[in-house]
């Protein structure tokens, strides 16, 4: 995590906050040219022609000719987009990172100056702030401006607030600036920085709940233009007696590319935060939860051989079906998905009286001048809900005289929260630095508080979305397999009647285009990768775990399998 001295260089040169933002990324985007191209540039370029030859010469119907020249081109400009693109992405994405991590950097070092310590004492102390990612990096950068090159703080922090992609950061910086160098006592200055930082952080996080919101909403209403246009793609032969198997199956990579698309906008603009903790420490849950994901994987693979190999995907009542017969197989999924959004209900519960635990045992140390372990002994017989077990067990190890900061690990890890790791690491760690246990844990329940308050309306929006993503895949699934449906009645409609072929070739544009069964799994597959996709992006927006994607997916599967036999049923005895 060090600075080069070339690095370092920039840092000093006066006017890099004037140069335009393209050229500032491409000047700290810290790309190395021969891995750049070794790494990606070639391996993207070698990949995207291998995919061309491969598509020419396996499906030359559909991808040759005027297709494929379109293909080659949107494909050449995305390409060439990205490379020239890549320095400004990765720019934007450390301001993201610093941005999300300001206001816990903020709330650590608030509870660290609670103690008596040097304004370049709580540079030291930053430094090993590692955990903060590319905050840190920028804390680091001040540091060897400090230490290698003899610059004063305030100088430094105008050099980094200067060169750094956050603005927010920047100002900082600029008002710690300030604040050195007219004496101010860092505790004071922390202290008021606390509420600025959290009123900006809540701005972004407003602007991002927006955005998420807005972004829903235009996912939906992409989903369903491309879902109709293939409703539209797939009875044009009927329509206009052309053959429309090419305009078809592109229609289904477009859909799916533009479902991608949207995944990664989510990705993009969604607050980088997490319900779970991420220790490296084992617990029972994290263990159960391995457990259940691995049995229900098993159960799957069996469930699969039996169906698929054994029986044909022949099923009792509903005959050959490739859509029932997945969804059978992968149902045990919801198991583990269902037992991880249980464990996620119980962890935020846990999150909802972390903030009052730690205020009391803040408060009875401070006031009774008893040591910590007293404290936690005397709230034993206080009720914190679902937190209560995890308080007896942090006594229990405190009591032991096992390491403080490894106890206070195990607890934030049984939690299971990761806000309780985080805030709990930070009160031990300013304990063990001098500070004042009242004050530090007024500064940690008083920024949890808040923080809990802006997840509260991510947790809604989540919730929101997972059920407009469940409507809108019945929505989906009901006009996908109705155009199944509807094709053999027209086909069967045109045959029967003994309809001149001069008007409409049916043998050759219906049967040749379009086979029914195939028609029908293909409908099935752009089913899963919605369901996928959407069960994803909710596991996004509620910051929670990855198994926990499972139960909306099995739950959307089993409406696309259903629909594919229920749709057609519906729409061949409604037109006789």
């Not at 809604?460 to 809108?472: C, R």
């Not at 094709?487 to 219906?510: C, N, P, R, W």
């Amino acid at each position: 995590m060090g600075c080069s001295s070339l690095q370092v260089s920039k840092l000093i040169w006066e006017g890099i906050d004037l140069k335009p933002v393209w050229i500032r990324s491409l000047l700290d985007s810290e790309i190395d040219p021969a891995k750049y191209i070794l790494r990606m540039a070639l391996p993207t370029i070698l990949g995207s022609a291998l995919c061309f030859v491969l598509m020419i010469v396996l499906l030359p119907g559909i991808f040759g000719g005027p297709n494929l020249i379109v293909l080659f081109s949107i494909s050449l400009a995305v390409i060439i987009s990205i490379f020239i693109l890549l320095p400004f992405i990765k720019w934007q994405n450390r301001r993201k990172s610093i941005e999300q991590e300001m206001h816990l950097f903020i709330t650590r070092v608030g509870v660290l100056t609670t103690s008596d310590i040097s304004r370049k004492g709580i540079f030291d102390i930053m430094l090993e702030m590692k955990e903060y990612g590319e905050l840190a990096k920028e804390i680091n950068k001040i540091y060897v401006l400090l230490d290698k090159w003899g610059l004063s703080i305030g100088d430094a922090c105008r050099r980094i607030a200067k060169s750094t992609p956050s603005i927010i950061f920047g100002d900082f910086l600029e008002r710690l600036a300030y604040a050195v160098e007219s004496g101010e006592e860092p505790k004071d200055f922390f202290a008021s920085e606390q509420e600025i930082i959290l009123e900006q952080y809540k701005v972004l996080y407003a602007q991002a709940a927006d955005t998420i919101a807005m972004a829903g909403e235009i996912f939906i209403a992409i989903s369903m233009v491309m879902t109709f246009l293939i409703l539209i793609v797939a009875l044009l032969p009927f329509i206009l007696g052309i053959n429309t198997s090419a305009m078809f199956y592109l229609s289904a990579l477009l859909f799916i590319a533009v479902e991608c698309m949207m995944l990664y906008v989510f990705v993009a603009y969604v607050p980088r935060e997490r319900v779970w903790e991420d220790t490296d420490i084992r617990t029972k849950v994290s263990q159960k939860l391995d457990l259940y994901f691995v049995s229900s994987l098993g159960a799957c693979v069996i469930l699969g051989i039996i169906i698929f190999v054994f029986m044909g995907h022949t099923l009792p009542l509903v005959g050959k079906s490739f859509p029932i017969s997945t969804a059978i197989t992968l149902t045990p999924l919801i198991v583990t998905g269902y037992y991880t959004r249980n464990m996620e209900e119980a962890i935020i519960r846990r999150d909802n009286n972390f903030a009052a635990f730690i205020r009391s045992l803040g408060s009875t140390t401070e006031t009774s001048s008893i040591a910590p372990v007293q404290a936690l002994k005397r709230l034993l017989n206080h009720d914190f809900g679902p937190l209560t077990q995890n308080v007896k067990a942090l006594y229990d190890r405190v009591n032991l005289r096992i390491d403080p900061v490894l106890s206070w690990k195990y607890f934030g890890a049984e939690t299971g929260s990761d806000l309780i790791t985080k805030f709990s690491g930070m009160f031990v760690r300013g304990l063990e630095a001098g500070g004042k246990p009242g004050q530090a844990s007024n500064i940690i329940s008083f920024n949890f508080t808040k923080l809990l308050g802006l997840r509260q309306r991510r947790y809604t929006i989540a919730s929101s979305l997972s059920g407009l993503f469940i409507g809108i895949a019945i929505v989906i699934s009901i006009v996908m397999f109705m155009a199944s449906g509807l094709m053999e009645v027209l086909d069967t409609l045109v045959t029967s009647s003994g309809a001149d072929k001069s008007y409409i070739e049916v043998d050759v544009l219906f049967s040749q285009a379009y086979n029914i069964d195939l028609f029908i799994n293909l409908m099935f597959i752009l089913v899963i990768v919605h369901a996928g996709i959407t069960a994803l992006i909710h596991i996004i927006v509620a910051a929670g775990h990855k198994y926990g994607a499972f139960l909306n997916f099995v739950i959307m599967i089993w409406i696309g399998a259903v629909m594919s036999k229920l749709a057609p049923w519906v729409i061949k005895s409604l037109l006789g």
